[in-house]
Structure formats: C-alpha cells, structure tokens
C-alpha cells in the first residue's frame, strides 16, 4: 500500500488524533515530569507509532498521548512503557486533586507496542483509546478499543473495553467524509491476499447491541485503494486466482460490477483449488445483483444455496462443507436478488434463512425490517404514476387523506425551487397507521423529457429508516423543508431538512441534509457533524436565494457541553440561545461562526462555570463589579464538581433574557441575581439573599 499502509499497523492522519503537548514549554515540562512520576522503577517509556501522526512518519515516536478523555476539560495521559520484568503495558492516567493518579493499566506481556491513539470513534464527542499490539508476523496483531466510564461500584473513573479484533494492517478515518470514523483492518489469508473489512461504531438497532458493525455505505469510498495493492500484486504474480478473486470482491464493493465480472471471468480460467467454485459463484452473484440483472444472480446463488443440508443447523459439517457465512451471504444476495423483482415473500424467506445462519451479521436483519415497508412504497409510487399533470396538484393536496383510507401515515412537504428543476416533494411513510414512527423517507420528483413535454416521468429514492445507521434518516425525522437549486455543472442539489425528534421532546431538533442528483438517484453530500450540530427547539434559514449559507437557531438543551448541566434545564427552559452560521464549502458546510446569544441567564451559566474552575478572571468578564467574585465564592455560588443541576426560579419568561433569577436548590439558595445589559451584553449586576418559593 506504498506510505499509506505498513505491515505493524498505520491510520489515516486525523488531527483529534495526534499527540498535543501543551504549547507553553513550561507545561511541556510539566507533562514530561508527571509521566516520569508514573513510571515506576526501571520503566521506560516504549515508542510506537501514533494516530495521527505527520504523513510517511513510520513510526519511532514516544508513545504519550495527551488528550481530554471524559470531556472535563482537563487532559490525561495515556502511557506505553517497558518494564524489565513484566514487559511491555500500557496505563491512562488522571489529574486529581492528589496529583496524577493511575486508573488504568494493562500488560501486554512480551508483544510489543505496535500503535497508540486516541479518536472519537463512537461520535460522541469523547474520544476513545486505540492500543494495537504486535503478536507476530504470521499471527498479526491484537486491536483493543477502550471507553472512558465510571465505576458501578463507587463511581470512580474507569475504561471498559469496546472492541477486541486481529488485524495484520489497520487504518482509521472518515473515508466517506461524512463525519463518522471508520476503522479498516487487513487479514492476511494466502500469500499476499488479505481480507479487508471497514468498521464503523453503531448504537443498538434492532435485536443487535451496540458495537462496530460493517461499514457497507463506507465502501465505495475506501475500496479503490484495495482495488489498487491487488492491481500492484497482479503484476508480479498475474497467475495467482487467489489475487483475482479478491480484486473482484473489492471492485464490486467499489461499486465496479462491470470491471468485477472481468476479473471473475479471468481468475477463473486459472489453475487452483483456491478460491472455491463456491466464493467464485459468491462474488459473481452480487456482481450481478449489483447491475440488477437479477435473474442471472438467481442461478448463480442457486448454485450455493443448493448445497444447504444442514436442516436448520449452523454448523460447518452439517452444511456439507460450505461455510455457514458463506451460505448467509448467498442467501442475503438472493434476498436482494427477489427484491429487485418485487418477489418480496421469496426475499423474506432468503433473509430469513440468512440471519439463521449468522445471527450476528446486520445486513439481512435490516433488509428485513426494509421489506416491511416496501409493498407500501410499491402503493404509493402508483398511486403518484398514475396522476396526469393536471392532476398533480389536486393528488398530491389528497395524497394523506388516500393514504389513511389505504391503513397508512404519511406526510408531505414540497421542496421549494426558484424555476427550473423538476417538482420534488419529500414523503414520510409509515406502512400502518400513524405511531409515532416512520419507515421509510422518500424523494419523488417528475422528471421532464423531450419526448413527453410537460408529463415527466416519476422518479424517486427511499432512505429506509431501518438502515439509518447508514444514511442517517431513523424513524423520528420527519420532513420540515426542501430547498432545491442548481449545483456545480448545473447538478439539482437539495437542501432536505427533517426534524430529528418530531414525535419526542427538545422537537424541533432540524437536521439539514445536502443531497445532489447523480445518474438516477440522490447521493448525500453532507449531514450534520454530532460535535458542532446544535439544534435543540431549533430552526434553519438560509441568508440567500441559493444554499450557500444557512442559520441554525437552537439553545442549549441537552448540548452536551457540560454548562447545560449547572442548572436544571427542562424542556421548556432555562435555556442559553445559539446562533450559528454555516457556509458552503465544496460539497460540504462548515460552521464559520458560533455565537451565544446574551442572556442572563448566559451570563450566570458562563459565571459560574469558570469561577467553579479557579478561572476567577474570566469569571469576572461576567460581572459588573469587581467584588462579586469574592462574594459569589463566599457565598456558595461554585460546583465542585461541575454538573449539580440547581434549580433556578423564573418568575416570568422574560427572566431568562434579563434577570432577575433566583437559586433554589444547592448551596447557593436563596441568592437571587440581578443583571444589567451593557453595549448589548449582559453582567451580573448585584447578588441578594431572598426567600425562595415553596416547592
């Protein structure tokens, strides 16, 4: 794989990722002495290569990562040592008010350190540990994903493993750009082949529990550099099947079906057992089913499936020697095989018989909560084929009331346009009356042709709620706005927004999807990135005609930044107000400007969040006089720790814009606060002990 992959273990660059000593050398110093501290005698500190490290940096640097792992704004130390009796181990280490104290530490015993990184991997905004240790040339590596938690027993902190894999080659980032990591690891199998598997964290869906499932949505995006090492080795050994076997499950993967029956026709017309005629017929199969030439996939997976005799059983012997992955995986391509013909009971039955076989692969499981919905779809979409153009608008204003005649929900809301692009409407479906939860989220659009002017021809895209670990859109958005517009080479592109929780609380909670036309669908060019997304009560608008620049609205319910824990903030308040700007950039938007709309009860939150951390400076920006900070700690006004939830008097809704606000709970109640606005921006003005309200 040329500087990208080395044999050990590498990741794409990732700037969360790298290593960041403090940049005050007196700091640096400091770090260096606390893990000095650490070590105990005859110790060392191990290199390794780092996540994140500078590009062609091949490793030979001080394993120490300085990172915030639990998200309390102080940083830990994650450590790879030596020690001359035990070997080789890795600790994390915590600053208390002791000083710097251990809370985790594991041997790995003779197996050196390969890598040392920290990533969000989870998407929660907290990063994870990646420790990977070498076991051996032949053997690989042993891959462990750690998570930062509390103790159940006494509540102190701790870190529990997420995930243990073998890996030969490792390589962590968002390859499909859409803000969510991945991690691809390479397992050698014969010679130079390896079986590569791109990963990515999923919370629990279905009957499956949280943890790293297959990235299939990732694929496209990260199997052209597979393609390309079997490409490299081919031209050494053009002979080895084995190699042409494998470049065709990556060009399928990469969405190159075409070029995979190539492959597949030249790999076998070589000599070897190796690959079986039943892996040739597996990737030939969904080659096929990929070009939709169904049919033809039928017969190719018939050739697999046949040979299950196993009677329900799993077991390799029963199954007549033809692995039971192997025969899940034929059964989940004849699955998709019958839904591309709309043979849904013959699908149902093959997703079925695939799950049997492998329970604890996702794919078939989702595709049968997919199937649910798909006669529904199949109603619908014939409903809307059938309307001629003068139709169209008495349909569509009908379309919900045909829909609760048929035993369905379904909402609509037509996509706005400034002339020019095809009429696009988004529909929410739920195959049953309405609970509270949608299926599947569709885009209909007529799309006009020279040979029928002002017909059109009906066009559309489901986004499956069952798969919304893939694309994003679960069974709680629902559609609020579509604004289309012309993108580069004059592509339609599509500003979709969905409300995240229109049937739960905090809603609206809007989340803004970039969609561009390609071939014959919408691809997704942007979702809303986790860590900067704030959209709580929210609301978008865009600054112009086109989707160059939008607002985002929201406060600060459950936002996660730890100052939405210092009181109490239900649901209906009180809450900081944000307002946030966002701006295209390439298929992207990134946020250029992040603003807390002055409030006093903003200006209490950052008070006392920074005087409850020693920052008496900047908690004294906050006040008008001087001498309130000396007042306020006198007079309890400080969590330690940070997170209490005080409950806070409001006296009208006015009060959370100007004051007054008066404590209620904690060691602070009783003392109301009054503000003052200067130059646009509120201060705390004065504190005065009053009677609280009976609760």
Same mark, same amino acid.
């Given at each position: ?14 700037? =969360? ?35 994140? *490290? ?76 990646? &420790? ?121 993967? *990469? ?219 679960? $069974? ?74 939008? &607002? ?13 824990? &210092? ?25 250029? *400007?992040?603003?807390?709309? =002055? ?20 908690? *004294?920006?906050?006040?008008?006089? $001087?001498?309130?900070? =000396? ?65």
């Amino acid at each position: 794989m040329g500087a990208v992959l080395f044999f050990g273990g590498c990741s794409l660059p990732s700037p =969360s990722a790298a290593i960041r000593p403090p940049e005050v050398a007196g700091q640096v110093d400091e770090t260096a002495k606390a893990v000095q501290d650490l070590l105990a005698p005859g110790q060392t500190v191990v290199e390794a290569r780092l996540l994140g *490290a500078s590009d062609g940096d091949d490793g030979g640097q001080k394993a120490v990562v300085v990172e915030d792992l639990n998200g309390d704004g102080q940083q830990e130390l994650v450590v790879g040592y030596r020690d001359p009796e035990e070997g080789n181990g890795v600790f994390i280490a915590h600053r208390t008010p002791q000083g710097w104290q251990k809370v985790w530490q594991e041997i790995l015993g003779p197996p050196e350190l390969d890598i040392l990184g920290v990533e969000d991997l989870t998407g929660d905004g907290q990063p994870e540990v990646i &420790i990977g240790g070498i076991i051996g040339a032949s053997a690989g590596n042993h891959l462990k994903v750690l998570s930062y938690a509390l103790s159940e027993k006494d509540g102190t902190p701790s870190y529990t493993t997420l995930w243990q894999a073998g890996y030969h080659l490792l390589e962590v980032g968002d390859f499909d750009q859409d803000d969510r990591q991945e991690i691809a690891l390479w397992v050698k199998d014969t010679g130079t082949a390896m079986a590569v598997e791109v990963y990515r964290w999923s919370p629990a869906e279905l009957h499956f529990p949280a943890g790293f499932y297959e990235a299939e949505d990732a694929y496209p995006a990260y199997f052209p550099r597979v393609i390309e090492y079997y490409r490299q080795h081919l031209q050494e050994m053009p002979d080895a099947a084995f190699l042409w076997y494998y470049l065709a499950s990556a060009q399928v993967k *990469a969405g190159r079906p075409e070029e995979a029956l190539a492959s597949i026709e030249k790999g076998m017309g070589l000599k070897g057992d190796y690959p079986s005629a039943e892996q040739w017929d597996l990737v030939k199969g969904q080659a096929l089913v990929a070009l939709g030439r169904y049919e033809e996939a039928l017969t190719t997976f018939t050739r697999i499936t046949t040979k299950d005799k196993s009677g329900g059983s799993t077991s390799e012997s029963s199954s007549y020697g033809v692995a039971p992955f192997l025969l899940a995986q034929a059964y989940y391509g004849t699955g998709l095989a019958w839904e591309g013909l709309k043979e849904y009971d013959r699908a149902r039955g093959a997703y079925t018989r695939a799950v049997e076989l492998q329970s604890d692969w996702i794919p078939p499981a989702r595709a049968l909560q997919r199937l649910n919905a798909r006669p529904a779809v199949d109603k619908v979409t014939a409903y809307l084929a059938a309307l001629k153009p003068e139709e169209r608008e008495r349909g569509l204003k009908g379309i919900e009331q045909w829909a609760r005649e048929q035993g369905l929900y379904l909402a609509t809301v037509k996509a706005q346009s400034a002339g020019g692009l095809p009429e696009t409407w988004l529909v929410d479906l739920k195959a049953g009356p309405y609970d509270g939860t949608i299926d599947v989220h569709l885009i209909y659009w007529w799309e006009e042709g020279p040979s029928a002017p002002g017909n059109g021809r009906l066009k559309y895209q489901a986004f499956y709620s069952a798969e919304a670990q893939v694309h994003g859109l679960g $069974p709680t958005h629902q559609a609020l706005s579509g604004r289309l517009a012309l993108g580069p080479e004059d592509s339609a592109e599509m500003a979709a927004v969905y409300d995240s929780a229109f049937s739960g609380s905090g809603s609206p909670r809007p989340e803004l999807y970039l969609l561009r036309r390609q071939d014959d669908g919408w691809r997704i060019l942007w979702r809303p990135p986790s860590r900067e997304w704030r959209n709580s009560h929210g609301s978008i608008t865009f600054t112009g005609a086109g989707l160059e620049e939008f &607002i985002l609205q929201s406060d600060s319910w459950e936002a996660g930044d730890g100052k939405d824990q &210092i009181f109490h903030e239900a649901n209906a308040g009180p809450h900081r107000q944000f307002r946030d700007v966002w701006r295209r950039q390439g298929g992207n938007y990134q946020r250029v *400007a992040a603003e807390t709309v =002055s409030t006093a009860y903003s200006a209490l939150v950052e008070f006392i969040y920074h005087l409850s951390l020693g920052q008496e400076e900047q908690a *004294a920006q906050w006040a008008l006089a $001087p001498g309130l900070t =000396s007042q306020a700690k006198e007079w309890g006004l400080i969590q330690q720790p940070l997170g209490q939830r005080w409950l806070l008097e409001l006296p009208d809704p006015a009060a959370e814009l100007q004051g007054p606000l008066t404590i209620a709970s904690g060691p602070a109640a009783g003392i109301q606060v009054t503000f003052a606005n200067r130059e646009g921006k509120w201060l705390l003005k004065e504190l005065k002990k009053v009677r609280v309200t009976d609760r």
